[in-house]
Nanobody
Framework: QVQLVESGGGLVQAGGSLRLSCAPSGRTLKNYAMGWFRQAPGKEREFIAAVSWSGGSTHYADSVRGRFTISRDNARNTVDLQMNSLKLEDTAVYYC?????????????????WGQGTQVTVSS
């Protein structure tokens, strides 16, 4: 059974940076597209960023493009999300996800694997 384990969340001031990391336990997911989603209180879960299995293709939501960077290291079996210039509205629980198809991953429905989430809180 594969579990996605997120780390790196926490409290940061607006304008600051955080780096989230996701690592699957149980098996490698190097042939899977992987991505990040977030859910703020009272809002639906939204797509943030995704990277193809090779790392050669990335996708971002308009709300984070230019501020967030997704990357993966298949040798270390990890996917990171570097978040810069954080805003109050970035406060949410951030989830790592994986699917064998990038096109499915970015839609965020029926995905193969989800993590438990890590809280990111941006303060003024």
């Amino acid at each position: 059974q594969v579990q996605l384990v997120e780390s790196g969340g926490g409290l940061v001031q607006a304008g600051g940076s955080l780096r989230l990391s996701c690592a699957p336990s149980g098996r490698t997911l190097k042939n899977y597209a992987m991505g990040w989603f977030r859910q703020a209180p009272g809002k639906e879960r939204e797509f943030i960023a995704a990277v193809s299995w090779s790392g050669g293709s990335t996708h971002y939501a308009d709300s984070v493009r230019g501020r967030f960077t997704i990357s993966r290291d298949n040798a270390r079996n990890t996917v990171d999300l570097q978040m810069n210039s954080l805003k109050l509205e970035d406060t949410a629980v951030y989830y790592c996800a994986a699917d064998s198809r990038l096109s499915v991953l970015v839609r965020g429905r029926g995905l193969d694997y989800w993590g438990q989430g890590t809280q990111v809180t941006v303060s003024s």
